[in-house]
């Protein structure tokens, strides 16, 4: 287990690298250059099939309640071929399995901790009580149990559940403890979208690698700001098979550093976007770029159909200007009669900003006096309220990049319980494919994102943070208290 300082020297990855030229950063990023990487075993793109993550069944279910057990535990993965990593898993897996809720029908999850620290489990996205969600104070002792209730009152979407124990949390999700938790519902049964096998779930992590397998964290006195291997379900840009027709691909950037994609099609194609973090969009959006911070989720649909048999493409990505190969899709089967794709899926209300009765402000920034990333000149401190939402409210958030040229870094903002939509970037609408439902967003330095939200359901404490993990546990991060 890393000392705190060492997990803080880890949290401040990002401004240790972002004060590196970028030609220094891109070499960092392909070809680590310390002993440990240049003995890192050779890892060859497309060498394994990918997996898809076990969808757990609850162990019992009493008036309509679905109840589930999940051990958290050390153990052993082949991620790269012929090699055991040791991984920190729910159940022992890397990814954990998946949770598959219906919509107004409530889950119970007992978890278990048998790891060798303490544990705290957030769901992602999730509308949950302030008890389930995870935060400070919270934690599960090695040895113990906590019970999580979510009550699923919220539309069809792609959330996940990942470790949130403060100043290890990038330590944590970076050793394995990540998982999908997917809701459905009625409107989204009836857009006819691909399902069973071919709705798949995509978590995309990065990751280093020692000669033996195990997991190295990044070095940040040399500008390494994520791993240099793609990680895709839990194995090394590995390769899927799949016939001549629509697949949907629920894409999260499930990374515990900083590692910024932009997606694209080896093919040069576009992909329709469907949905983001909070549910589905109103209509398709075809995009030929995919912009995916960590913790943000994208459910995409790629046609297959126009591939003859035989062909291999593609899903390249570039962070920071660095190229990446994370999966390549091998066309191996012709299909015939899959579904259309629709060209209107769910309606959106749009929150009206004239309904705003409280406008706040956040700027997000690294101290460098402190060492510290703070939000509005304050790192966190789980006893202090920062702010306190009222039930029912309409606010509109500022949220600035306070970053200077000299040290331009870029944070992902996300509020716990509430999603939100945004308003503007800079005083410009948002893309069409963020114009939905999200809970998380990218700030770049210098820029300013207003958001809008409304607070419903569930009073008491929550968070806010930037979900570059590492910033977080470096102390961007706050508590709003939602009174009643």
Not at 52 to 79: F, N, S
Not at 211 to 223: E, I, M, T, V
């Amino acid at each position: 287990m890393p000392k705190r300082r060492d997990v803080l020297k880890f949290g401040l990855l990002a401004g240790a690298a972002a004060a590196l030229p970028v030609e220094r950063l891109t070499s960092a990023f392909a070809q680590p250059a310390t002993a440990a990487a240049s003995a890192a075993p050779t890892i060859k793109l497309f060498e394994t099939q990918l997996v898809v993550p076990p969808v757990l069944k609850p162990t019992h279910t009493i008036a309509g309640t679905d109840y589930y057990d999940i051990t958290m535990r050390v153990a052993q993965q082949e991620i790269i071929p012929d090699l055991e990593t040791t991984i920190w898993g729910y159940n022992g897996i890397f990814p954990g399995p998946t949770i598959r809720a219906r919509r107004n029908r409530p889950i119970v999850i007992r978890q278990h901790n048998k790891l060798p620290s303490e544990a705290a489990v957030h769901l992602h996205g999730g509308n949950v009580p302030s008890s389930s969600d995870g935060l400070p104070g919270q934690e599960i002792a090695p040895g113990k149990d906590r019970h999580y209730l979510y009550p699923n009152r919220q539309q069809a979407t792609t959330l996940w559940y990942h470790d949130h124990v403060h100043h290890h949390e990038a330590f944590n999700t970076y050793q394995g403890l990540t998982g999908l938790y997917l809701i459905t519902d009625p409107a989204e049964d009836k857009l006819g979208l691909p399902s069973g096998k071919y709705d798949v779930p995509l978590v995309i992590q990065d990751r280093s690698f020692n000669a033996d397998g195990s997991f190295r964290l990044p070095d940040p006195n040399l500008g390494e700001f994520a791993g240099e291997v793609a990680v895709i379900n839990g194995r090394p840009s590995p390769r899927f098979t799949v016939e001549q027709r629509r697949y949907r691909f629920r894409l999260l950037n499930g990374s515990s550093a900083d590692c910024l994609h932009e997606l694209t099609l080896g093919s040069g194609d576009t992909m329709h976007v469907i949905g983001t973090d909070g549910g589905l969009l109103a209509v398709p959006v075809a995009v030929s770029k995919l912009p995916l911070a960590p913790s943000e989720r994208a459910e995409v649909i790629v046609d297959f159909s126009k591939y003859p048999v035989g062909s291999q493409i593609v899903l390249n990505s570039s962070v920071f200007g660095t190229p990446m190969q994370l999966l390549r899709f091998d066309v191996v089967k012709s299909h015939s009669g899959h579904p259309k794709l629709p060209s209107k899926l769910v309606p959106i209300q749009r929150l009206k900003e004239s309904q705003a009765k409280v406008h706040r402000d956040f700027q997000l920034n690294l101290d460098k006096a402190r060492g510290e990333m703070v939000i509005n000149g304050k790192s966190f401190d789980p006893d202090r309220i920062d702010i306190r939402p009222k039930l029912g409210s309409t606010e509109v958030w500022t949220i600035f990049n306070g970053e200077t040229p000299d040290l331009p870094i870029p944070h992902v903002f996300h509020t716990h319980l509430v999603r939100f939509q945004i308003l503007d970037r800079d005083g410009n609408p948002p893309a069409p494919f963020e114009s939905g439902w999200k809970d998380s967003v990218t700030v770049m330095p210098g820029e300013r994102v207003r958001i809008i939200m409304r607070f419903a359901d569930h009073p008491g404490r929550f968070l806010y943070h930037c979900h570059l993990l590492g910033h977080a546990d470096a102390g961007m991060m706050a508590t709003m208290f939602v009174t009643p």
